[in-house]
């Protein structure tokens, strides 16, 4: 399907944010891994908190992009939806006990957003 302009600006773009999302992502692990390498596990914690809701959003964009490129844009109804129609699992961000934010599971989380 042939994209107008418009629509060809919008893919673009939320292709772009979507990559700025995951870089983000990517930058914040180093520092949790940073905080919890220092003992500062709460702070370690909260970071993995945000990057778990920046790959969220990556996510959204990503399938939001798909959608212009071949012409569902606006078809489903809730963004749940769309994640699951391009397999992507739903994630919810939950608290983490503070010992789970030990070195090996920022260092396994990191393994998982850049993979």
Request: with cysteine; hydrophobic share 40%; charged share 30%.
């Amino acid at each position: 399907m042939l994209l107008t302009k418009p629509e060809q600006d919008l893919k673009r773009d939320l292709q772009g944010i979507a990559s700025d999302l995951k870089w983000s992502a990517v930058e914040l692990l180093r520092i949790a891994e940073r905080l919890g390498l220092a003992g500062n596990d709460a702070d370690a914690q909260a970071v993995l908190r945000m990057t778990a809701v920046l790959r969220a959003g990556e996510n959204k964009l990503d399938v939001y992009a798909e959608e212009v490129r071949s012409g569902r844009f606006g078809s489903l109804v809730s963004s749940d939806e769309r994640l699951e129609a391009l397999g992507h699992r739903t994630q919810r961000v939950e608290r983490l006990p503070a010992q789970d934010c030990a070195v090996t599971p920022v260092l396994e989380l990191r393994d998982s957003v850049t993979g």
